[in-house]
Nanobody, 127 residues
Framework: QVQLVESGGGLVQPGGSLRLSCAAS????????IGWFRHAPGNEREGVSC????????YYADSVKGRFTISRDNANNTVYLQMNSLKPEDTGLYYC????????????????????WGPGTQVTVSS
């Protein structure tokens, strides 16, 4: 089973940027959908952005459209989430996940399920 490790989280002021990385032990195209999720205190876990490898389709939650970008580096077995114009409501524990299911990317991001998860990296947006 693939091992995932997130990094790049931290404390940033509103309006700032962070780039999260998700390093995988074995990142083949068998893991068709890659996703970034976040969990803020008092809220349910939310699918932030997902990428479907088979066709390159992407999904972004309405709350992050135009500010976040998901990308994949196959050579380095890494997935990134570039986060710009960060807001306090972006605060949370961010996880990456992968799964081999061939479902529409929005369906996967909103409903899942994802079989492999990383431990998460904390993002705090505060002045």
């Amino acid at each position: 089973q693939v091992q995932l490790v997130e990094s790049g989280g931290g404390l940033v002021q509103p309006g700032g940027s962070l780039r999260l990385s998700c390093a995988a032990s074995d990142f083949t195209l068998d893991y068709n959908t890659i996703g970034w999720f976040r969990h803020a205190p008092g809220n349910e876990r939310e699918g932030v952005s997902c990428l479907r490898s088979s066709d390159g389709s992407t999904y972004y939650a309405d709350s992050v459209k135009g500010r976040f970008t998901i990308s994949r580096d196959n050579a380095n077995n890494t997935v990134y989430l570039q986060m710009n114009s960060l807001k306090p409501e972006d605060t949370g524990l961010y996880y990456c996940a992968v799964d081999g299911a061939i479902n529409p990317v929005q369906t996967m991001c909103v409903k899942g399920p994802f079989g492999s998860w990383g431990p998460g990296t904390q993002v705090t947006v505060s002045s």
